[in-house]
């Protein structure tokens, strides 16, 4: 933008920032401030050809698109597309001027001052304003309701309406007679009956809007109040809104009344009805935990025989081969004082890892005999404590460890090696015993058997297994049996027998 000076001899260029400023209005105020109305970029404010002041809307303006400015001795008017604004110089103070206080048009193209008038040309005609009247403290001089919508439909307008619970959404319109009456105007209202308390209405709005009102009678008051705290007279409406008996306090109290009674009766006769149950369950596990019982005292109880009748046949192969002292040395002490040990854990149901230690040495000592010196074996025991702090279930290795001899190495030529292994794992409560030999392995062992005329399942191997069975419905953790076939490229060097039995610190 150019300034031509008042002598026409000299042009100032005035920019912002370097840009240039577009201008639809100009004019100068008592104190050489230039004030200069842009389309977008607000209002600016300059002295001596310097920018002091740009106005915008983040500091009091309406909009950044001016149509018109005018000063007014203190004042300047500006008119905008959002309203008409007056600017007092001393204060840097803003009163505006909307359609809301009667405004009839925004498209303002002239402004002119007449001693207390200020008249302004728009596309819709010419209308003035008192410019000293206008922004006096608004007094209310009349209110009065004007629309009422229920559920959002409207309704004739009444001093009364009856409503129902369910459609009981209410909001009510009003207006107020005179210039900025509704902008500049503080309105209370209150729903006497559920709040005494007046609540402030916010400036420009018309509407009361209670999105539910309960049961009960009310009247809606609404009421002007000015600067100086003088009110206008009430207007009122009153409200009676009534709920159908179903949701009425005394038919819940009854319908709750029968629900409850009828609970209780339902959740006494599931109790009994759970205790019979319970009671018919309990008796149920406890005859089938002595059924249990009953069949691993009647397979620990086979066990020995069966182990008997294996070492009379060794001791019928001694006599046979006319081996009299071995004979008797298997009779006469190791063998009867591994049957003592026998009978002694047979009317147990635990013993300790210790007590299993010492038979196995006596059953192994009785077989090193049988095989006449030719078998090798080696009891390990990787346990930190004492041994005879934990306890497993009785008769559980002894089969495995005669299975090794009769299926492994009583088939093999030259050195037989056994070697048994007691380890602890803590974390899992465990007793690991595993049962390695350098026999035959199970496939030879199988096809062996198969050519015997009297073929049949190796007895204790299938009461071991039954009575692991039985254990484990029993016990809390599980006992677990896992054999490996051990091989040297194709050729089988023995079996590995993995035993993981549960143990307690208690028998």
């Known amino acids: 933008m150019i300034k031509v000076s008042k002598d026409g001899d000299s042009n100032i260029l005035l920019k912002n920032n370097g840009d240039n400023i577009l201008t639809g209005s100009i004019d100068m105020d008592s104190r050489n401030h230039l004030w200069i109305g842009t389309y977008n970029e607000g209002l600016y404010e300059f002295y001596n050809d310097q920018m002091i002041k740009k106005w915008s809307t983040e500091n009091g303006l309406l909009s950044n698109n001016i149509n018109k400015i005018k000063v007014d001795?203190?004042?300047?008017?500006?008119?905008?597309?959002?309203g008409i604004q007056r600017l007092c110089l001393k204060t840097n103070t803003f009163k505006n001027l909307t359609k809301q206080d009667g405004i009839p048009s925004y498209s303002i193209n002239d402004i002119e001052v007449l001693n207390e008038k200020v008249f302004f040309a728009s596309n819709s005609g010419v209308?003035?304003?008192?410019?000293?009247?206008?922004?006096?403290?608004?007094?209310?001089?009349?209110?009065?309701?004007?629309?009422?919508?229920?559920?959002?439909?409207?309704?004739?307008?009444?001093?009364?309406?009856?409503?129902?619970?369910?459609?009981?959404?209410?909001?009510?319109?009003?207006?107020?007679?005179?210039?900025?009456?509704?902008?500049?105007?503080?309105?209370?209202?209150?729903?006497?009956?559920?709040?005494n308390e007046w609540n402030s209405i916010p400036t420009g709005s018309n509407n009361?809007?209670?999105?539910?009102?309960?049961?009960?009678?009310?009247?809606?008051?609404?009421?002007?109040?000015?600067?100086?705290?003088?009110?206008?007279?009430?207007?009122?409406?009153?409200?009676q809104v009534t709920i159908p008996f179903y949701k009425k306090n005394w038919f819940w109290i009854i319908v709750m009344s029968i629900l409850i009674a009828g609970l209780v009766i339902?959740?006494?006769?599931?109790?009994?009805?759970?205790?019979?149950?319970?009671?018919?369950?309990?008796?149920?596990?406890?005859?089938?935990?002595?059924?249990?019982?009953?069949?691993?005292?009647?397979?620990?109880?086979?066990?020995?025989?069966?182990?008997?009748?294996?070492?009379?046949?060794?001791?019928?192969?001694?006599?046979?081969?006319?081996?009299?002292?071995?004979?008797?040395?298997?009779?006469?002490?190791?063998f009867a004082d591994l049957i003592r040990t026998y009978l002694d854990h047979s009317v147990k149901g635990r013993i300790t890892v210790q007590?299993?230690?010492?038979?196995?040495?006596?059953?192994?000592?009785?077989?090193?005999?049988?095989?006449?010196?030719?078998?090798?074996?080696?009891?390990?025991?990787?346990?930190?404590?004492?041994?005879?702090?934990?306890?497993?279930?009785?008769m559980l290795i002894q089969p495995y460890v005669e299975n090794a001899l009769k299926h492994g190495l009583l088939h093999i030529e030259g050195e037989r090696l056994l070697n048994v292994t007691f380890s602890l794992d803590a974390a899992q409560h465990l007793i690991i015993c595993t049962v390695d030999d350098n026999?035959?392995?199970?496939?030879?062992?199988?096809?062996?058997?198969?050519?015997?005329?009297?073929?049949?399942?190796?007895?204790?191997?299938?009461?071991?297994?039954?009575?692991?069975?039985?254990?484990?419905?029993?016990?809390?953790?599980?006992?677990?049996?896992?054999?490996?076939?051990?091989?040297?490229?194709?050729?089988?060097?023995?079996?590995?027998?993995t035993i993981k039995i549960p143990y307690t610190t208690e028998g």
């Open 73 to 82: 001795t203190n004042f300047l008017w500006i008119t905008t597309d959002q």
């Open 208 to 239: 009361i809007i209670f999105p539910s009102i309960p049961q009960g009678r009310y009247t809606l008051q609404l009421r002007a109040v000015d600067t100086d705290g003088t009110t206008s007279d009430l207007e009122e409406i009153r409200i």
């Open 266 to 334: 339902y959740y006494r006769w599931q109790l009994r009805f759970r205790e019979s149950e319970k009671n018919k369950q309990l008796l149920s596990l406890q005859k089938e935990k002595e059924m249990i019982n009953l069949k691993l005292e009647n397979l620990r109880s086979q066990m020995n025989p069966h182990f008997v009748f294996n070492a009379l046949n060794s001791i019928q192969e001694y006599i046979m081969k006319n081996q009299r002292v071995q004979a008797g040395d298997y009779l006469g002490g190791k």
């Open 355 to 394: 007590e299993e230690i010492d038979s196995l040495n006596m059953y192994l000592e009785l077989e090193q005999l049988r095989f006449e010196e030719r078998l090798q074996y080696e009891i390990k025991i990787d346990i930190e404590q004492n041994p005879d702090h934990f306890f497993i279930p009785t």
């Open 439 to 497: 026999g035959i392995g199970r496939e030879k062992a199988r096809e062996i058997q198969a050519k015997r005329l009297r073929h049949h399942k190796s007895f204790a191997t299938k009461a071991t297994d039954d009575r692991i069975s039985l254990l484990n419905y029993v016990l809390e953790k599980e006992a677990s049996i896992e054999i490996t076939d051990k091989h040297n490229g194709t050729q089988a060097t023995g079996t590995l027998v």
């Open 127 to 195: 209308f003035c304003i008192d410019k000293e009247f206008t922004f006096k403290n608004f007094k209310p001089i009349e209110i009065y309701f004007t629309d009422v919508e229920i559920n959002y439909k409207k309704a004739e307008l009444k001093s009364q309406y009856f409503l129902k619970q369910d459609e009981s959404q209410f909001q009510v319109s009003f207006n107020s007679n005179g210039l900025r009456a509704m902008t500049s105007g503080n309105y209370e209202y209150r729903l006497h009956g559920l709040f």
